[in-house]
């Protein structure tokens, strides 16, 4: 099952400056390990070598933030969007 | 009516008003705490008092000394007003894109600007404030991401409110910034009634951090780490420009004119009052109207709206 997959302008580079991609999964982490395998670049900068999200990265299936549903473990299905966003600051 | 000796005093106490009229499910209220009624005009205002009168209890601010402070807005209105009530001088560092009215409040209360790279957001202003901190260290730098008075104010003064005017409270929802809101009112909310959600709603980081040079630019406040706000919050949500935009014309509808972070907010709760069979969820409204006139959120086509507010800190 295939799920689009919304790249920061920071990440582009690393998907041919793609700003949405393709990528397989029935979970996120399966998902953006089909995205590593497409895209070796973007290894290492959304999940850590430790299989981590990693820190200033925060991921929505939707509109919600996965950290908060099941992590990486958060289901997808193929009408879902993931998106990846850079963690900043307001106030 | 009651009297007041200094402006200051007028921070907190803000009005809870029932807007279910605007609540998708028949067995959801939704009640909105009108942070737009403090005196410099937003939420901030609370933690500005609590950061300023926590350093002078611990003698590190004295009358006629320098504050510095970054800001995308609020946090510096609400010091300039605390400052020119108590006597301090008070330079705050805004992005460059934030509205007009946010630059006239500062000047009208005497605060000097610094401008910050827009493309930087938030970070940049946070970069640039960290930097003249440590070159003038006689200056007092309240830092508001990290400073434990930030999420006092809400724990002390937002959240016994809410208690006190909705004890039937089921889910909190409000915006994510320093995440001080969240973090005081949740975890106020949650020691009297642990079954309470707290649900926090935030901006997506768009065409403001393309200053970024790499994810490892990134930014959480100490304050989130530091008081468990991950474990804290039960969810949180992205909200974009033109449905917070579509959001705050609603509010308009039943006579609330809000900021557009509130908006979101009402966006966030409306989500939840339709996923929930019953409940009260109340959320927070974290500034008026009136720093967002020029925006024409109300009345310009809002496609132009929300292309406008893309560039536009906000939150």
Same mark, same amino acid.
């Given at each position: 099952?295939?799920?689009?997959?919304?790249?920061?302008?920071?990440?582009?580079?690393?998907?041919?400056?793609?700003?949405?991609?393709?990528?397989?999964? =029935?979970?996120?982490?399966?998902?953006?390990?089909?995205?590593?395998?497409?895209?070796?670049?973007?290894?290492g #900068?959304?999940?850590?070598?430790?299989?981590?999200?990693? #820190?200033?990265?925060?991921?929505?299936?939707?509109?919600?933030?996965?950290?908060?549903?099941? #992590?990486?473990?958060?289901?997808?299905?193929? =009408?879902?969007?993931?998106?990846?966003?850079?963690?900043?600051?307001?106030? | 009516?009651?009297r007041?000796?200094?402006?200051?005093?007028?921070?907190?106490?803000?009005?809870?008003?029932?807007v279910?009229?605007?609540?998708?499910?028949?067995?959801?209220?939704?009640?909105?705490?009108?942070?737009?009624?403090?005196?410099?005009? +937003?939420?901030?205002?609370?933690?500005?008092? +609590?950061?300023?009168?926590?350093?002078?209890?611990?003698?590190?601010?004295?009358?006629?000394?320098?504050?510095?402070? +970054?800001? +995308?807005?609020?946090?510096?209105?609400? %010091?300039?007003?605390?400052?020119?009530a108590?006597?301090?001088k008070?330079?705050?560092?805004l992005?460059?894109?934030?509205?007009?009215?946010?630059?006239?409040?500062?000047?009208?209360?005497?605060?000097?600007?610094?401008?910050?790279?827009?493309?930087?957001?938030?970070?940049?202003?946070?970069?640039?404030?960290?930097?003249?901190?440590?070159?003038?260290?006689?200056?007092?730098?309240?830092?508001?991401?990290?400073?434990?008075?930030?999420?006092d104010?809400?724990?002390?003064?937002?959240?016994?409110?809410?208690?006190?005017?909705?004890?039937?409270?089921?889910h909190?929802?409000?915006?994510?910034?320093?995440?001080?809101?969240?973090?005081?009112?949740?975890?106020?909310?949650?020691?009297?009634?642990?079954?309470?959600? @707290?649900?926090?709603?935030?901006?997506?980081?768009?065409?403001?951090?393309?200053?970024?040079?790499?994810?490892?630019?990134?930014?959480?406040?100490?304050?989130?780490?530091?008081?468990?706000?991950?474990?804290?919050?039960?969810?949180?949500?992205?909200?974009?420009?033109?449905?917070?935009?579509?959001?705050?014309?609603?509010?308009?509808?039943?006579?609330?004119?809000?900021?557009?972070?509130?908006?979101?907010?009402?966006?966030g709760?409306?989500?939840?009052?339709?996923?929930?069979?019953?409940? @009260?969820v109340?959320?927070?409204?974290?500034?008026?109207?009136?720093?967002?006139?020029?925006?024409?959120?109300?009345?310009?086509? %809002?496609?132009?709206?929300?292309?406008?507010a893309?560039?536009?800190?906000?939150?």
């Amino acid at each position: 099952m295939a799920v689009a997959v919304r790249l920061p302008t920071i990440l582009r580079p690393d998907a041919g400056g793609q700003a949405v991609v393709s990528a397989e999964g =029935t979970t996120v982490g399966e998902v953006f390990a089909d995205l590593v395998r497409q895209y070796p670049a973007l290894s290492g #900068k959304v999940v850590t070598t430790g299989g981590e999200l990693h #820190k200033f990265v925060n991921v929505y299936v939707n509109d919600d933030d996965v950290r908060y549903l099941d #992590k990486l473990e958060s289901k997808v299905i193929d =009408t879902d969007e993931v998106s990846i966003l850079p963690a900043v600051a307001g106030g | 009516m009651a009297r007041y000796t200094s402006i200051v005093e007028l921070i907190g106490e803000t009005p809870l008003l029932d807007v279910s009229a605007l609540s998708p499910n028949p067995g959801v209220a939704l009640l909105v705490k009108l942070e737009g009624h403090n005196p410099g005009g +937003s939420v901030k205002d609370r933690i500005a008092r +609590s950061m300023v009168e926590a350093a002078e209890r611990d003698g590190v601010l004295a009358p006629g000394q320098v504050i510095i402070e +970054s800001s +995308s807005g609020n946090t510096g209105i609400g %010091l300039a007003l605390v400052a020119r009530a108590k006597g301090y001088k008070l330079k705050v560092v805004l992005p460059e894109n934030v509205s007009i009215e946010r630059r006239q409040l500062l000047e009208i209360y005497g605060a000097e600007i610094i401008s910050s790279p827009g493309s930087e957001g938030s970070n940049g202003a946070v970069k640039v404030a960290q930097k003249l901190a440590a070159d003038h260290p006689e200056w007092w730098y309240p830092y508001q991401y990290a400073n434990a008075a930030n999420p006092d104010a809400h724990y002390t003064g937002t959240g016994p409110e809410i208690w006190r005017d909705c004890p039937e409270i089921t889910h909190f929802v409000a915006g994510l910034g320093t995440s001080g809101t969240l973090l005081g009112v949740g975890r106020y909310l949650k020691e009297q009634n642990p079954a309470v959600q @707290v649900w926090a709603v935030e901006p997506p980081a768009g065409e403001m951090v393309d200053g970024l040079k790499s994810l490892d630019e990134g930014y959480i406040p100490p304050i989130f780490i530091d008081h468990g706000g991950a474990d804290l919050l039960d969810r949180k949500k992205v909200v974009g420009p033109r449905v917070s935009i579509e959001a705050v014309r609603r509010l308009a509808d039943v006579g609330v004119l809000c900021g557009i972070s509130t908006g979101a907010a009402l966006v966030g709760a409306l989500k939840c009052a339709a996923e929930i069979e019953s409940g @009260v969820v109340v959320f927070l409204a974290a500034d008026g109207a009136w720093k967002y006139l020029s925006t024409g959120a109300w009345t310009d086509d %809002l496609d132009e709206v929300t292309e406008r507010a893309r560039h536009t800190l906000y939150f």
